[in-house]
């Protein structure tokens, strides 16, 4: 695939709108955060990608694969499976994704060409001699049914690879039994039935196992010398059966099925734990390290400890009161047009009537027409080591303010963050979209300065939230004394975000502020913060 440079907000405006298109009527949340998975409401695909055609293939890839497990798979089944967890896994990944293929072909093409990347550069599970038993089964399960029902182009070499080890090592009446009963899985109508299957082929399996180490036993102590006497055959006979030694390990497998996969190492056998390591080809300089322009951090909320101040919280509530007031009177002017006329409809203005001697036939009365804001805007703190004490608290004031004026607004909402967090590479959670601002002020009310100015990062981090709500307006309002060193990337960062339809408002304290953003005011001390974060305010709502 080709390496043609795509500019980051736009990879991610594209795979969360064509990802949640094929969630249908059900929703569900995409974020760019966390370890690729999903919990049954929320898909998670990892730190956002390179800036490439790959990237793009590989975010698509994995995102389908875990919209078709939202849809399809029953998650209150796979709660509590123990060692079987691994198998049905296996199973249920290409029972899903055969289902989801059928219904969206698209997906299907990211699919086969990411698996078809990997297999060239050699990152898909090998089988060896040395592979265990519970991960030869789940790989041989996976590749097999993977050949069967999708076809991928790399799939008839895997499947054929992991028939011959199987057969192999177990034989090929074993080998059959399991794989008919792994067909009926992946053709079952629900999660429970793959289970169900799991569960008779991990009891052929684990018999089989069982059967294997004793048959072994016994053709061992058969070849012993002696053999030929009846009498010292018999006595080595028994002697075998009683003293053989048998590796433990091979001995807790043949107890039972969970025994034999909790002590495996199945990462070997995990085809998404491979496309996770993938992802890391994707990131900035490593996966751990973000540091490239595209890099984006996670949000993290357990660092910040609530902290009660009365007098913060009157302030702020009489702040948030007087601002709403005010803000709401502004919006009023904005949204109600004059009332209009025309020549023809239902409701006449007997007023009017009189301009009819003049020719004017407009009247009838129009309806008002009110325009409805729908914005969602994610608030950006700075809570650096060079904010005094007193820029912080005004800081905090304005950010909780700022994001209770927007959430009082019907089709507004708000999150806010303050950067940089306690560990390095994270940022604080203060405010979620789904949280009223009241009940987060004692949050507010706990920042502190502290660290230095990532700038570029946040506010990548913040788009990366942005980006996965449906609201038709989306701004990043950024409060900050500096803007680092990073002005030529923060400039590029801004094109590349409005043409995602991010837009983003800067608030800047102090005298040295380079003036980057478009909608941009600096002061030069705390106490106008709060007239000055209004204003760019109402000038953000202002325009369209």
């Given at each position: 695939?080709?390496?043609?440079?795509?500019?980051?907000p736009?990879?991610?405006?594209?795979?969360n709108?064509i990802?949640?298109?094929l969630?249908?009527?059900?929703?569900?949340?995409?974020?760019?955060?966390?370890?690729?998975?999903?919990?049954?409401?929320?898909?998670?695909?990892?730190?956002?990608?390179?800036?490439?055609?790959?990237?793009?293939?590989a975010?698509?890839?994995?995102?389908?694969?875990?919209?078709?497990?939202?849809?399809?798979?029953?998650?209150?089944e796979?709660?509590?499976?123990?060692?079987l967890?691994?198998?049905?896994?296996?199973?249920?990944?290409?029972?899903?994704?055969?289902?989801?293929?059928?219904?969206?072909?698209?997906?299907?093409?990211?699919?086969?060409?990411?698996?078809?990347?990997?297999a060239?550069?050699?990152?898909?599970?090998?089988?060896s001699?040395?592979?265990?038993?519970?991960?030869?089964?789940?790989?041989?399960c996976?590749?097999?049914?993977?050949?069967?029902?999708l076809?991928y182009?790399?799939?008839?070499h895997?499947?054929?690879?992991a028939?011959?080890?199987?057969?192999?090592r177990?034989?090929?009446?074993?080998?059959?039994?399991?794989?008919?009963?792994?067909e009926?899985?992946?053709?079952?109508?629900?999660?429970?039935?793959?289970?169900q299957?799991?569960?008779?082929?991990a009891?052929?399996?684990?018999?089989?196992?069982?059967?294997?180490?004793?048959?072994?036993?016994?053709?061992?102590?058969?070849?012993?010398?002696g053999a030929?006497?009846?009498?010292k055959?018999?006595?080595?006979?028994s002697?075998?059966?009683?003293?053989?030694?048998?590796?433990?390990k091979?001995?807790?497998?043949?107890?039972?099925?969970?025994?034999?996969?909790?002590?495996?190492?199945?990462?070997?056998?995990?085809i998404?734990?491979?496309?996770e390591e993938?992802?890391?080809?994707y990131?900035?300089?490593?996966g751990?390290?973000?540091?490239?322009?595209?890099?984006?951090w996670?949000?993290?909320?357990?660092?910040?400890s609530?902290r009660?101040?009365p007098?913060?919280?009157?302030?702020?509530?009489?702040?948030?009161?007087g601002?709403?007031?005010?803000?709401?009177?502004?919006?009023q002017?904005l949204?109600?047009?004059?009332t209009?006329?025309?020549?023809?409809?239902?409701?006449?203005?007997?007023?009017?009537?009189?301009?009819?001697?003049?020719g004017?036939?407009?009247?009838?009365?129009?309806?008002?027409?009110?325009?409805?804001?729908?914005?969602?805007?994610c608030?950006l703190?700075?809570?650096?080591?060079s904010?005094?004490?007193?820029?912080?608290?005004?800081?905090?004031?304005?950010?909780?303010?700022?994001?209770?004026?927007?959430?009082?607004?019907?089709?507004?909402?708000s999150?806010?963050?303050?950067?940089?967090?306690?560990?390095?590479?994270?940022?604080l959670?203060v405010?979620?979209?789904?949280?009223?601002?009241?009940?987060?002020?004692?949050?507010?009310?706990?920042?502190?300065?502290?660290?230095?100015t990532p700038?570029?990062?946040?506010?990548?981090?913040?788009?990366a939230?942005?980006?996965?709500?449906?609201?038709?307006?989306?701004?990043?309002?950024?409060?900050?004394?500096?803007?680092?060193?990073?002005?030529?990337?923060?400039?590029?960062?801004?094109?590349?975000l409005?043409?995602?339809?991010?837009?983003?408002?800067?608030?800047?304290?102090?005298?040295?502020?380079?003036k980057?953003?478009?909608?941009?005011?600096?002061?030069k001390?705390?106490?106008?913060?709060?007239?000055?974060?209004?204003?760019?305010?109402?000038?953000?709502?202002?325009?369209?």
């Open positions: 695939m080709s390496q043609i440079t795509i500019a980051l736009a990879i991610l405006k594209a795979v709108g990802l949640t298109s969630s249908g009527e059900k929703e569900i949340k995409v974020v760019f955060a966390g370890t690729p998975c999903t919990d049954g409401k929320t898909v998670y695909l990892g730190e956002p990608l390179l800036q490439s055609q790959d990237a793009l293939d975010y698509l890839s994995h995102g389908t694969h875990e919209i078709h497990h939202v849809l399809y798979s029953d998650f209150d796979v709660a509590s499976l123990g060692g967890h691994s198998l049905v896994n296996a199973l249920e990944d290409v029972r899903i994704d055969a289902i989801g293929y059928k219904k969206y072909p698209g997906g299907y093409l990211w699919r086969n060409e990411h698996f078809s990347k990997m060239r550069a050699g990152q898909l599970p090998d089988i001699e040395h592979t265990s038993p519970g991960a030869l089964l789940c790989l041989t996976y590749w097999c049914m993977t050949a069967l029902m076809e182009d790399c799939s008839k895997y499947s054929e690879e028939k011959n080890a199987f057969v192999q177990f034989g090929q009446e074993l080998f059959e039994r399991i794989m008919q009963k792994a009926e899985s992946v053709r079952s109508p629900n999660t429970a039935a793959v289970i299957c799991a569960r008779e082929i009891q052929l399996f684990s018999q089989a196992i069982s059967q294997k180490v004793f048959s072994e036993e016994n053709k061992c102590s058969s070849d012993q010398p030929g006497s009846s009498s055959g018999a006595s080595a006979s002697e075998g059966k009683g003293k053989a030694k048998i590796p433990k091979d001995k807790q497998k043949s107890d039972e099925f969970d025994a034999l996969f909790e002590s495996d190492d199945l990462k070997d056998a995990d998404h734990r491979a496309i993938d992802y890391k080809n990131r900035g300089a490593t751990e390290n973000p540091t490239g322009k595209a890099a984006v996670p949000t993290v909320r357990s660092e910040l609530p009660v101040d007098e913060f919280k009157a302030e702020a509530e009489k702040l948030l009161r601002g709403s007031q005010q803000f709401h009177r502004f919006l002017g949204s109600f047009q004059p209009r006329y025309a020549r023809s409809g239902r409701d006449l203005e007997s007023k009017r009537l009189s301009r009819l001697y003049v004017d036939t407009r009247v009838f009365r129009c309806e008002e027409s009110v325009l409805r804001p729908s914005v969602a805007m608030v703190l700075d809570r650096s080591g904010m005094t004490r007193e820029d912080m608290r005004t800081g905090s004031l304005c950010a909780q303010a700022i994001a209770g004026m927007a959430d009082s607004v019907s089709g507004c909402r999150s806010v963050y303050a950067f940089p967090g306690v560990e390095r590479q994270t940022l959670e405010k979620r979209f789904d949280e009223p601002v009241a009940s987060c002020l004692e949050r507010f009310c706990a920042l502190r300065p502290f660290g230095y700038v570029r990062q946040s506010i990548n981090s913040a788009a939230q942005l980006v996965s709500r449906r609201e038709s307006r989306k701004i990043i309002f950024l409060i900050t004394d500096g803007l680092c060193s990073d002005a030529e990337l923060l400039t590029d960062i801004e094109q590349d409005k043409r995602a339809g991010i837009e983003i408002v800067c608030l800047g304290i102090g005298d040295d502020i380079p980057i953003f478009s909608i941009q005011s600096d002061i001390y705390s106490h106008q913060m709060k007239e000055a974060a209004y204003r760019l305010l109402e000038e953000t709502f202002r325009r369209n």
